[in-house]
């Protein structure tokens, strides 16, 4: 089967840096998505990786190793607006979007 | 301005009615999809559609349909079929640029059945 796994919840504090990791088997693999989602909102997009290594857009980051199956996404100067869900997405060889069940980070003043 | 809308943003109905909840997109995009989220949980894919006139189940299909008669609107009725209708509802659609491959969400209806 399919499965992505992410830690269920995080607590860091305000200013700080934070990982989260993100572990995929799946059936194929085209590409690896970060969307981030605030509580009752849509997800965003944050970010895309298909090729290995690390895309750093501002104070955010993505890693992705596809012969490790693993990525994960680094927040720096942790603001209060950064809590939230952050969910890692696979697109498999069907080009299907499959999910994690999102990792909920806490940050704490 | 460009975006995926969803309507309405809170939904209640009776059990046992069906219910339509509308998506419209004006990206062109031709892929769409309806996915499903309850409380602390990832996202459910419903259907998808790849191009007019054409979808295709996801994992949890059961108790709800969809049609695709314009590239624009991906509307998904829930039907009295489905055990446990309430959820959060997200409408999505997927679309490459130059450098990225992204599925942009509306903004959601959370919809609940008493």
């Known amino acids: 089967g399919q499965n992505i796994d992410q830690p269920t919840e995080m607590t860091a504090t305000e200013g700080a840096i934070v990982q989260i990791n993100c572990t995929y088997q799946t059936s194929g693999f085209n590409g690896l998505f970060w969307y981030q989602q605030h509580a009752g909102e849509a997800p965003t997009f944050l970010s895309y990786n298909v090729l290995d290594g690390l895309e750093e857009k501002g104070r955010f980051s993505s890693f992705l190793s596809r012969s490790k199956g693993y990525s994960y996404l680094l927040l720096k100067e942790l603001q209060m607006k950064d809590s939230a869900s952050y969910l890692c997405?696979?697109?498999?060889?069907?080009?299907?979007?499959?999910w994690g069940a999102g990792t909920k980070l806490i940050i704490k003043p | 301005d460009g975006g995926i809308t969803q309507s309405p943003k809170y939904l209640f109905r009776k059990e046992g009615q069906n219910v339509t909840l509308s998506c419209e997109q004006n990206l062109n995009h031709d892929a769409m999809y309806w996915y499903r989220q309850d409380p602390g949980q990832g996202l459910r894919l419903i259907y998808y559609s790849q191009i007019v006139n054409d979808f295709q189940k996801g994992d949890i299909a059961e108790g709800y349909s969809v049609s695709r008669e314009k590239k624009e609107s991906f509307p998904l009725t829930v039907t009295s079929a489905q055990k446990n209708p309430t959820a959060f509802y997200l409408c999505a659609s997927h679309g490459v640029t130059s450098v990225s491959d992204t599925q942009y969400f509306g903004p959601g209806t959370r919809l609940t059945v008493l």
């Open positions: 997405a696979v697109i498999d060889s069907n080009y299907q979007l499959i």
